[in-house]
């Protein structure tokens, strides 16, 4: 990420976005939703392979 949206608030940002016009706004939002959802899953499947972390499942690790 550049220097200068480490430096943009959340306030800024929230003030630029109200700016845009109403399509634009909902195109984002709907950009936004899009990306939380796929966060949303990625969290969800990662919950899915705790189970390979175990002690004793290496084993598959090992080549032929």
Not at 11 to 37: C, G, N, W
């Given at each position: 990420?550049?220097e ?12 630029i ?48």
């Amino acid at each position: 990420m550049s220097e200068t949206m480490r430096n943009i608030s959340l306030d800024e940002i929230k003030s630029i976005i109200f700016q845009l016009p109403t399509q634009e706004f909902f195109t984002l939002v709907d950009a936004i939703e899009a990306r939380a959802e796929t966060v949303a899953m990625m969290r969800l499947a990662e919950t899915g392979f705790q189970e390979w972390n175990e002690e004793g499942e290496d084993i598959y690790d090992v080549e032929a």
